[in-house]
């Protein structure tokens, strides 16, 4: 039997972020993916600044560059009618833009850099089953192209392998312990930019117009652009019977995306393509011998652009805790990986309750407004923009004071009827001040629910069919024991 490491099963962004920084320092580190690369992935595909020094950390950022793609240095947020524009600030590496590439594009680039690095990916090979000792994942099973049966065995199983897991069926932990429906769904297309060249095409626009959102985001390569909206989830419906019928109705919604795109060619429109249900969650993410990285442990909405640049970092950092601790034995081994989970989800839990609050489908607050109102009026520094970056979370941006002063703003001047505005205030309070005593708990996989963030109804998917668990034979066992012993619910 093969024996490495750490062997991670999904190769795209969690899965090189783990492998590449393990490599790097001597580890021996397998990844398998089902995939052939270039391959597809539905995603929104941006990446805030934030982003773009993960890719630099992986050793992915050179070839990045290489496929020439529009890099953003600004944010424009329109909240009906009312806008601002923040440069975005620049990471701690001091990176200062973002990217957005096409997932067939970037996902090459990410193993590419892996392997440079000296991880063994494998393409075309599909997860079968774990191997387990006394109670420990050691390894797994998996076939290759050919149908040909492998196994690997490890000190560290990772499941990269996104929302529908197989290593999260495995180990038992399929069903989220904390799940939130979220109202939103995605549609978008690439279309070829009308203002290349010019300042628009350094810019991230997103337009919030009653209780619909539009986006732009300059893309790969320069003179590209993706167009997306977030209506509620039921409109995928109608854009994949009507795609053309359903563009031509936003755009009349979002009249600012409309001017926007002034000038482009129709000709250039790719695919419409759409995604209706995204719940968020929090499964179990680590175990003896298995961890969850990316989304196959937690996922938000896409609603913030966060996904990706998450997925990395959340890799990134499994890897950098559990790295001392492979030469120090299991007991180590899983220490580290419960706390890189503990530390994943304080880092995660504010635009977790982000995310929640944006998907849901109705017209934004109006203290929101009277924030951006005063974001126009000019900072020296980047202010609401950087929630979208993860320069600073919300509780940062807005504290409790800033949010009652915009609430009475809002209130004054009047512009909703005065009642309706009261009580979208003290909600927004109410979430805001449940979020924070949560923070302060600081509870390992905490159930509770908070108050219009976690939204009931979501439903959940059956599990992947997963071969019976195999059990490794501890030495001195009686002949003819029985080893098998089938995966839990």
């Known amino acids: 039997m093969e024996q490495v490491d750490v062997v991670v099963v999904g190769g795209r962004l969690a899965g090189c972020a783990v492998a590449a920084p393990l490599a790097r320092a001597g580890k021996r580190v397998v990844v398998i993916d089902r995939m052939a690369f270039p391959s597809d992935q539905l995603s929104t595909h941006l990446l805030q600044p934030s982003g773009t020094s993960e890719l630099a950390k992986m ?30 600030r620049p990471a701690p590496d001091g990176i200062d833009f973002g990217v957005c590439i096409p997932r067939d594009q970037q996902d090459v680039c990410l193993v590419e850099a892996a392997r440079e690095q000296g991880a063994d990916v494998r393409e075309r090979c599909t997860f079968e089953d774990l191997t387990w000792r006394a109670g420990r994942v050691s390894g797994l099973r998996y076939r290759d192209a050919s149908g040909e049966r492998h196994e690997i065995g490890a000190a560290l199983v990772v499941g990269a392998d ?11 932990a399929w069903a989220p312990y904390r799940l939130s429906q979220n109202g939103r769904g995605l ?24 209780d619909s959102f539009a986006l732009a985001f300059p893309s790969s390569p320069v ?11 039921d409109e995928t419906s109608e854009a994949r019977k009507d795609p053309e019928g359903y563009w031509e109705r936003k755009l009349t919604q979002h009249p600012g ?81 419960r ?57 940062e941006i807005a504290p409790i004071p800033r949010l009652v002063r915009s609430a009475v703003a809002a209130f004054a001047r009047g512009e909703r009827p005065r009642g309706q505005t009261v009580v979208t205030s003290v909600k927004v309070l109410r979430t805001q001040l449940e979020i924070r005593r949560e923070r302060h708990a600081d509870r390992f996989r905490s159930t509770r629910a908070v108050y219009d963030s976690d939204h009931a109804g979501a439903s959940w998917p059956s599990p992947p069919a997963v071969r019976p668990r195999v059990l490794a034979v501890p030495e001195g066992a009686v002949p003819g024991a029985p080893v098998l012993q089938e995966v839990p619910a």
């Open 257 to 337: 995306l409309r001017e926007r795109l002034r000038g482009v060619d129709p000709a250039s429109y790719t695919k419409l393509r759409s995604a209706g249900e995204v719940p968020a969650f929090f499964r179990a993410s680590s175990g003896p011998g298995w961890a969850l990285a990316g989304d196959a442990g937690h996922f938000k909405d896409p609603v913030t652009g966060q996904g990706m640049r998450d997925a990395m970092w959340a890799g990134r950092e499994l890897a950098e805790h559990v790295l001392p601790a492979l030469d120090r034995g299991p007991a180590a081994v899983d220490a580290a990986t």
């Open 339 to 395: 706390r890189w989970e503990h530390h994943r989800d304080r880092h995660c839990l504010s635009a977790y309750h982000f995310a929640n609050m944006d998907t849901t489908v109705e017209a934004q607050p109006p203290a929101l407004l009277e924030l951006v109102r005063e974001s126009a009026r000019g900072h020296e520094q980047p202010d609401l923009t950087d929630l979208f970056g993860r320069a600073r979370d919300m509780q």
């Open 59 to 88: 050793g992915a950022l050179p070839r990045i560059l290489a496929l020439s793609p529009s890099q953003v240095r600004w944010t424009t947020l329109t909240v009906d009618g009312v806008t601002c524009r923040e440069r975005l």
């Open 187 to 210: 549609v978008f297309r690439y279309v070829d930019d009308p203002r290349a060249g010019a300042a628009e095409a350094e810019t991230n626009y997103q337009w919030r117009e009653g």
């Open 162 to 172: 996104g929302r529908r897991s197989s290593v999260a069926a495995a180990v038992g």
């Open 223 to 233: 003179g590209r652009l993706l167009v997306l909206f977030q209506g509620h989830r």
